[in-house]
Structures are given as C-alpha cells and as structure tokens.
Nanobody, 120 residues
Framework: QVQLVESGGGSVQAGGSLKLSCVAS????????MGWFRQIPGEERELIAT???????TYADSVKDRFTISRDAGARNMYLEIDNLKSGYAGVYSC??????????????WGQGTQVTVSS
C-alpha cells in the first residue's frame, strides 16, 4: 500500500518562506508523477504543481515564479518551496501520486495534508 506523508506546514508571516515535504512509501511497479494540491474552504481542490520522474515540472499560472517543486533523484521524496508568502497561499496542501503529470493526471494516492496559514 502506498502511503504519502506531508510535513512542514505551519503559520508564517506574509512575505516569509516555507518548505513543505512529502515522503512516499510502499511498493509500486509504476513510476508515478508526484504533485501538490491546495484546498481552501469552500473551494475546489487546486492543482499547484507536479514533477515527473525525469524532473519535468508543471505549475499553476497563479504560483509560477513563487513556488518551486523538487524531488530527490531516484527517491519519492518531494518538496514545495513557497517564497514571499501572501494570504492567498493559505490552505491545506496535499501530496499526491498519479499519472500522467499535469492537469489531466489521475491522482490515485493522497496524503492527509498539511495546513499553511499566513499571518499579516
């Protein structure tokens, strides 16, 4: 069984930076794309960024140049760095695995999520 565990969320002042981590475990014979979604109360879950096994990345237009997704080569550890935080970036960030990468991906496995709060 695949398991995904996020960490690194918390309360950060506007303008600050944050780095979220996701560790995946459990056997799979498929090379999955990994990604981050954000959930804001009352809104649909939004795909923020994805990263393939080859390191290729996709980002939502709203977060380009502020968010950086990365993963350890040859491992299923993934990260999301957020710079210059603003209130619109708050929410629950969830780690996911699926295929293929990007908006058309079918995301099968999910973590529990980590809360990001931005204070002024």
């Amino acid at each position: 069984q695949v398991q995904l565990v996020e960490s690194g969320g918390g309360s950060v002042q506007a303008g600050g930076s944050l780095k979220l981590s996701c560790v995946a475990s459990g056997y799979t014979h498929i090379t999955y794309c990994m990604g981050w979604f954000r959930q804001i109360p009352g809104e649909e879950r939004e795909l923020i960024a994805t990263i393939g096994d080859d390191g290729s990345t996709t980002y939502a237009d709203s977060v380009k140049d502020r968010f950086t997704i990365s993963r350890d080569a040859g491992a299923r550890n993934m990260y999301l760095e957020i710079d210059n935080l603003k209130s619109g970036y708050a929410g629950v960030y969830s780690c996911t695995e699926g295929i293929p990468c990007g908006r058309d991906g079918l995301y099968t496995y999910w973590g529990q999520g980590t809360q990001v709060t931005v204070s002024s």
